[in-house]
């Protein structure tokens, strides 16, 4: 079922996440749901909090429109390990129509359970290893704007407003 993508400011958007205690049925209905939601969007990746359920589940696909899809569904994600540097421009299903250079670690590791309960591991690079840290922030309750400097997050704020009172 495709579930409605909360934007910001909206305050659900900065709560944690639990960990998931164990990998029910429910999980796995969130979890597609989750899919389904981010493939409709389009976008490449969601975190549980974005369709307002606070806990610490998250899909990423950064597959191109031409190739068959990678669903990666990460339960629990961790980062044990990063290295280098990235800054790249990114955006978000929950802030939509803004986008930003973001600095980032280049190369991550991180630790997950996958639906069936098994531990997984990745090392991911490039737009793979943005993926996974946007993500795994999203469960922090961080959004990639909260990573800009004061003054471009003071542009970005002001522009949100003006946006939220034409909407009016
Ligand atoms: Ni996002």
Same mark, same amino acid.
């Given at each position: 079922m495709i579930r409605t993508i909360l934007t910001y400011p909206n305050p659900e958007?900065?709560?944690?996440? +639990? #960990?998931?205690s164990s990998i029910t049925d429910s999980i796995r209905q969130l979890a597609a749901d989750m899919a389904e939601t981010m493939y409709d969007a389009p976008g490449i990746g969601l975190? +549980? #909090?974005q369709i307002g359920v606070h806990q610490a589940v998250i899909v990423i696909d950064i597959s191109g429109k031409n190739e068959p899809p990678e669903l990666i569904v990460?339960?629990?994600?961790?980062?044990?390990?990063?290295?280098?540097?990235?800054?790249?421009?990114?955006?978000?299903l929950s802030v939509p129509s803004y986008a930003a250079n973001v600095k980032r670690h280049a190369r991550v590791t991180v630790k997950a359970l996958d639906l069936s309960g098994a531990e997984q591991e990745w090392d991911a690079e490039g737009l793979l290893a943005i993926a996974f840290q946007h993500e795994i922030d999203h469960l922090e309750g961080r959004l990639f704007v909260d990573h800009l400097s004061p003054l471009k997050r003071e542009i970005f704020q002001r522009k949100a407003r003006k946006a939220a009172e034409e909407k009016r």
């Open positions: 958007l900065k709560k944690k996440s +639990a #960990p998931v975190a +549980a #909090p990460a339960v629990n994600p961790v980062i044990t390990h990063a290295e280098g540097d990235a800054f790249e421009e990114e955006g978000c």
